[in-house]
């Protein structure tokens, strides 16, 4: 099932959430997640696991506890016991974004920020330049930027991290065999998803009340804090 969810986190966990969440997630996780410095990161992290098991629990009809979420050699999360179900996982700022479909998929949001726009000289193919180059001012610029970045990064994320050619030559505008959908439904964040699916995903927008009531939605337990 092709689909995308944008989780907007309009707040973050309690502590006691947090640690509710964080006993449900995969021991791998939770290893990276004990590396990791700064509050929002961990956050972060921990939410992108609990959105992608949310988004999960449906389609493959199992408690959103009980999936298990093994990540490959290079960092990948994947699903041992589903693998025609595939996933990916995303966050920047205040979003977190998940992507489901049946054949391999990359997913990649970033909320718009200030940059310098040569980066699109350092790491974009002419063609992805000549894009961001085209549009008249300086906000469209970076906008455009972020539009070209989320594509090379979703599709190395669909290709597992290894594209065996540098990310300049990787012309995202002009490729066969894959798809990009653009995943811009909130003022400020771009993204794409990178799939061979040509018709595009259903995209939902979430909040921390909603992806809790559909992790939940397979079996009753996760206790949300009154806000
Ligand atoms: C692995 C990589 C693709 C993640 O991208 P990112 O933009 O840093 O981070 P995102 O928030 O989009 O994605 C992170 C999630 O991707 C998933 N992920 C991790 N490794 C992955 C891999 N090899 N392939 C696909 N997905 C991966 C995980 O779910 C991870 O979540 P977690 O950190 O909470 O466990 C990134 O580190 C990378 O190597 N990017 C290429 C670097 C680059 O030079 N880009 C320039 C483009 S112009």
Redesign the pocket.
């Known amino acids: 099932m092709y689909k995308a969810l944008l989780l907007h986190i309009d707040r973050f966990l309690s502590d006691a959430e947090y640690g509710d969440a964080l006993s449900r997630a995969s021991p791998g996780?939770r290893v990276?997640l004990g590396r990791l410095r700064g509050h929002a990161a961990k956050q972060?992290?921990?939410l992108?696991?609990l959105l992608?098991r949310a988004a999960l629990t449906r389609w493959l009809r199992t408690p959103a506890d009980e999936i298990i979420i093994k990540?490959?050699e290079?960092?990948?999360?994947y699903l041992p016991d589903f693998p025609e179900a595939h996933f990916?996982?995303?966050?920047?700022g205040r979003y977190v974004a998940v992507a489901t479909d049946t054949e391999p998929i990359?997913?990649?949001?970033?909320e718009i920020r200030p940059v310098k726009l040569s980066?699109a000289d350092r790491?974009?193919a002419p063609a992805e330049r000549a894009y961001v180059f085209s549009k008249t001012t300086h906000q469209d610029r970076v906008h455009a930027l972020f539009d070209?970045?989320t594509r090379?990064?979703a599709y190395?994320?669909?290709?597992?991290?290894?594209i065996g050619v540098g990310?300049r030559s990787l012309d995202t505008l002009n490729m066969q065999g894959v798809y990009f959908h653009e995943i811009s439904i909130v003022s400020g964040v771009t993204g794409h998803v990178c799939s061979s699916t040509r018709k595009a995903p259903v995209i939902s927008k979430l909040s921390i009340f909603d992806m809790f009531e559909m992790y939940s939605s397979n079996k009753r337990g996760f206790r949300i804090e009154d806000t």
């Not at 990916?88 to 920047?92: D, P």
């Not at 190395?156 to 290894?162: D, L, N, S, T």
């Open positions: 996780k990276r972060r992290a921990l992108g696991e992608a990540t490959d290079r960092g990948k999360p990916n996982v995303s966050h920047s990359g997913i990649d949001v970033e980066v790491e974009f070209i970045w090379k990064e190395v994320k669909r290709e597992g991290g290894g990310f």
